[in-house]
């Protein structure tokens, strides 16, 4: 058996297939597991979260990998005031939704409060099944904000909310796939919320170590510097090729044969894979049509957590500007302090071009717009550009436009024969969460088991 790609849902697949009792190589392009989920501890010894870093209520695959690896959580820090930057000038306010504005705020919290009611009518792992999916499909959530949303200011505000939540503008996304996603993370209010939502908790240690230890335990069945370039299959066999790192420093070709292939990869990269024979129209036409948001992770690391003195929460709601939504990353001892922007969208992709440098001085000069000019002083400034990562070319999702899942969404999770499809964008709750990751895992592992008449998980 073949598993392509170490991240969660790689590393989900291989763990469930090995307890299956079936023989697992896992071939991972970079040199280190995780994927969208990477710990790094800094030059000047900060421990970031440059990916994936909250887990909040409901998500219990990644609870329980967390319970069994011993991982504990901490809350995200959220005590104080909250800073909004409206129309350039800062304000403070309490709560999920920023008050300068009353009518925009009241607008706001309606306009929420449909789109949950919405979504909750969309079936999150089959979206195409809404009799009113075409309609819902055509329109982007973008058109839905400009005819239901009245005031300016409420607009503005959800689309700094998609922003965060997608890594895009709300005319990139069709309305349904925006619908489908909230629901499977339970609603758009839950997945903006810190306390309560899905940024409630950050694991001490960093989200990466239980991928860090479930590929330990996997030992030498995971193969790091493995780019995966091609896979033939056939009835029963799959041939997966890929450009494995020799002890001399070379890349050589290193062909694997297997009964089955589990492709664990977010779409876009997928889209890089020679597949022999192709893959069947409709889902080569759902991997070119599925891009990835934009989004780049701004960590300033302090001496202190400053702003807690002033009774501040650390995070930033914006309605312009690079740094659209800041949250206190600092550790849960306090020992220094972490401000941790997103860059996300359009002032992504515009940014790309000034570097790390340019990046880190616009978020400089806007943490100093919220929390005074000490903010613009850090010790250190680290960034992950997402859009660069070739392995997984933007973040923290796939994102998908008008027509795709009523026209392609079938094929998401189809097997292609013996070709079997994982990854946190096939998942049927918490699409684009690490937990979602961990469950396709699990199910495509639970539909190989199938397929070769092994016994399937008591209860999957
Ligand atoms: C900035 C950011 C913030 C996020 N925040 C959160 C959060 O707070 N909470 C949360 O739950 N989720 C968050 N996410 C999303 C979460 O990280 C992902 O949903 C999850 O990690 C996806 O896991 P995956 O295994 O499906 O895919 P990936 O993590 O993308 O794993 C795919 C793996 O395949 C490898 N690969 C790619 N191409 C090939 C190839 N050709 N051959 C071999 N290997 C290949 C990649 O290197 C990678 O290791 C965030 C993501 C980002 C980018």
Known sequence: MVVVGAGYAGLSAARNLVDAGLDVVVLEARGRVGGRVWSETTRAGALVDHGGQWIGPGQHHLQGWADDLGVTTFPTFGDGANVEIREGRRHLFTGLVPTSDREGSADAVAALLELDLLAHEVAPGEPWTHPDAIALDRRTLGDWVVSEVGSAAARAMITTATLGVFGAEPCELSLLYALAYAHGGGSM?????????????RFHGGAQQMAVRVAEALGDRVVLDAPVSSVRHGPGRVSVTADRVTPDG??????????????????????RIAFDPPLPGRRDQLVQRSPMGS???IHAVYERPFWRDEGLSGQVVADTGALRLVFDDSPDDASHGVLMGFLAGHEDRILDGSGTAGRAAVALAELAAAFGPVAGSPIEVVEQHW????????????????????????ALREPVGPVHWAGTETA??????IDGA????LRAADEVTAALGRPVRQGA
Do not use: M, N
């Not at 209010?189 to 908790?201: M, N, V």
């Not at 070739?390 to 009523?406: E, H, I, K, Q, Y």
């Not at 961990?438 to 895992?441: D, L, N, T």
């Open 250 to 271: 070379h890349r050589r070709p290193w062909r694997v044969d297997a009964d089955r292939v589990v492709v664990a990869i977010p779409p876009a990269t997928q889209g």
């Open 428 to 433: 049927t709750a918490w699409s684009g969460y």
């Open 438 to 441: 961990i469950s396709s895992g």
């Open 295 to 297: 989004v780049t992770k």
């Open 189 to 201: 209010s839950a997945l903006l919320r810190t306390a309560g939502g899905a940024q409630e908790r």
């Open 387 to 410: 859009s660069a990562e070739p392995f997984t070319r933007g973040g923290p999702v796939a994102c998908l436009g008008p027509g795709v899942l009523t026209g392609c969404g079938p």
